[in-house]
């Protein structure tokens, strides 16, 4: 079917340790950067000719990583019983993003979530 891809991205800075993984555990930061992809049918695109506002998706990463900004990840009770990963956290910005998503943008589905642990590292999670 056709349809239209929207991203918008967000960053935060959070420090995190790995357990078990060389140099990782150690406790280091990170800027990170987080892009989320939406998807909109082509046959959602109503008179505005928009098929969502950007900012909607903009906002709804940004809340995603909040309350991680300028934190020790793996302190947070979010991440309790579970490592401090950018899988992790790419995990949980898309639960908290399709959570907003569905209410404020009900004609979007969220298919991709991107976390940047640097430049050259990141990870893609698709929840759909
Ligand atoms: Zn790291």
């Not at 929207?6 to 990170?30: N, Q, V, W, Y």
């Not at 008179?47 to 995603?64: G, K, N, S």
């Not at 640097?118 to 929840?127: D, E, F, G, K, L």
Request: net charge negative; glycine share 4%.
């Amino acid at each position: 079917m056709p349809h239209f891809l929207l991203s918008a991205e967000a960053s935060f800075s959070a420090a995190h340790t790995l357990p078990g993984i060389a140099k990782c555990d150690r406790m280091h930061g990170h800027d990170w950067r987080v892009r989320l992809t939406v998807r909109v049918e082509r046959a959602a695109v109503g008179p505005t000719d928009l098929a969502v506002d950007f900012r909607l998706i903009e906002r709804a990463a940004a809340d995603a990583v909040a309350d991680l900004d300028h934190r020790y990840l793996n302190d947070l009770p979010v991440f309790a019983g579970r490592g401090a990963t950018a899988e992790r956290v790419a995990e949980l910005i898309s639960e908290r993003a399709a959570s907003q998503l569905a209410t404020v943008a009900p004609q979007v589905t969220l298919v991709e979530v991107v976390v940047w642990e640097t430049p050259q590292y990141q990870v893609v999670y698709r929840p759909a």
